[in-house]
C-alpha cells in the first residue's frame, strides 16, 4: 500500500498513527506529499480528484479517502481489537467522538488558512472568530467525556488525540490546557505512546 501524507495534517496523522497501532504501518510506503489550496499537486490528482492527503492506494483495489474511510478499512485487516466498534451503540458513539475532533480539525485547519495563506489584506476577522468558537466548543465537550474514555484508544481518542497535537503545532499561543484540565491530564499520558511519538507534526 502507499500513503500521501504530509507529517503537517492531522488528518494524516490519525491514519499513520491506526496504522501503528494496528501493526500494517511497515506495509505501508509512506509518501511525503507537498498539498495547498491554491496551489494542485498534479501528482496527487492522479490518485485522488479532491487533490487532498490523507490519500491511500490499495494494489487490486484502487484508492481510498479521506482519512475515516482509510482509518475504518486499516482496521479491517488486522486480527487485534478493533478500533472501529462492529455495531450498536459503542460503534454510534466513536464515530460521533471522530466527528467531533474531525469538525474541530475542520475548523483549525480553516483558521490556519485564513490566518497563512489568505492575503492579510483579505482577511476576514469574523470567520476566524467563528472558526475559534467551535474550536472551544468542540474542546469543552472532549473535556466532558474524556474521564470516561478510561484507557481506551480506539477511532475517537485517536482523532481527538490528533486535535490536541495539532493545536499545539500551529496554535502554541492558544492555551487549550488551562480552561481544560481534564483533557489536559488525559493528552498528557496518550501523547507516550509509540504511535503518537512517531508520528509528531514537523
Known amino acids: 500500500m502507499r500513503l500521501w501524507y504530509n507529517p503537517a495534517s492531522p488528518f494524516a496523522r490519525k491514519v499513520r498513527i491506526v496504522a501503528r497501532e494496528t501493526g500494517l504501518a ?10 495547498s489550496p491554491v496551489k494542485p499537486n498534479a501528482e496527487l490528482a492522479r ?18 479517502y ?11 485487516l488486522h486480527p487485534g481489537a478493533p478500533l ?12 460521533r467522538l471522530q466527528a467531533l475532533g474531525d469538525g474541530i480539525l475542520d475548523a483549525a485547519v480553516l483558521m490556519r488558512y485564513e490566518g497563512v495563506v489568505r492575503p492579510e489584506a483579505l482577511r476576514w476577522g469574523d470567520w476566524i472568530s467563528g472558526q475559534l468558537e467551535k474550536i472551544r466548543g468542540g474542546l469543552s465537550a472532549l473535556d466532558r467525556e474524556c474521564a470516561g474514555w478510561g484507557d ?14 495539532y493545536l499545539d503545532f500551529r ?17 498528557a499520558g496518550v501523547a507516550q505512546r509509540p ?8
Open 26 to 35: 511497515e506495509g505501508i510506503d509512506e509518501v511525503n506529499t507537498v498539498v
Open 47 to 64: 490518485e485522488n480528484p479532491l487533490i487532498k492527503i490523507p490519500t491511500l492506494a490499495v494494489p487490486g483495489e484502487g484508492t481510498l
Open 66 to 76: 479521506d482519512s475515516a474511510v482509510i482509518c475504518e478499512y486499516l482496521d479491517s
Open 84 to 95: 472501529f466498534p462492529g455495531a450498536g451503540a459503542e460503534r454510534w458513539r466513536a464515530l
Open 152 to 165: 481506551r484508544f480506539a477511532i475517537g481518542q485517536i482523532t481527538a488525540a490528533c486535535v490536541l497535537g
Open 171 to 187: 496554535f502554541a499561543e492558544q492555551d487549550w490546557r488551562a480552561p481544560h484540565p481534564a483533557l489536559a491530564q488525559w493528552y
Open 195 to 202: 504511535s503518537m511519538k512517531a508520528t509528531l507534526p514537523q
